[in-house]
């Protein structure tokens, strides 16, 4: 497929998949400017528009589980907040206990023991990031090299 391809091709494919970095000037700037790309540019050419379906099929799909991810995540962060302020950590009359030299560490008394979800609701969206980073780069130079390129972790939305 690079044979047949010009550079316009190329560039322009590329340009789709460099698109995406545009969120982080306008808001859903990732789905917007690939979209109005691809739209005017699909019926052009076979290569630019699987280019562009690739890209927007991506970038909702990260959307989407970044969305997911989040509303796992909200009853964890909802669950921890009553025990910090009522009769956990912030409870300044357990202060005294440590007065003290008597320190039990107990699970049950540790006041952060359900913080590891919080902990792991926040690596899957730095993690969410550094693949749409990564992969879009790859995209955009693989594309411009005229070869064909498929991103992980997508749903086909877009046919």
């Known amino acids: 497929m690079a044979e047949t391809l010009s550079k316009h091709e190329k560039n322009l494919s590329a340009a ?9 000037f ?6 917007l400017l690939p979209l109005v790309f691809w739209l005017a540019n699909r019926n052009d050419s076979a290569y630019v528009d699987y280019n562009g379906k690739q890209a ?9 589980y970044s969305i997911v991810f989040g509303v796992i995540s909200i009853p964890f962060f909802f669950g921890f ?3 910090f302020f009522e009769h956990g950590f912030m409870n300044w009359g357990d202060w005294n206990r440590f007065n003290g030299v ?14 590891w979800p919080l902990g792991l609701a926040g690596i899957i969206p730095v ?11 790859l995209a955009t130079l ?5 070869q064909v390129f498929k991103y992980p972790i997508t749903i086909p939305f877009i046919k």
């Open 16 to 24: 789709i998949h460099a698109s995406t970095f545009s969120r982080f």
């Open 26 to 31: 306008v808001p859903f700037g990732n789905i």
């Open 56 to 64: 927007l099929n991506f970038q909702i799909s990260l959307f989407l």
């Open 81 to 83: 907040f009553p025990d």
């Open 102 to 115: 008597n320190v039990n560490l107990n699970w049950a008394d540790f006041p952060f023991r359900r913080i």
């Open 127 to 137: 993690a969410l990031f550094i693949v749409n980073v990564v992969y879009t780069i």
């Open 142 to 146: 693989r594309t411009n090299e005229g």
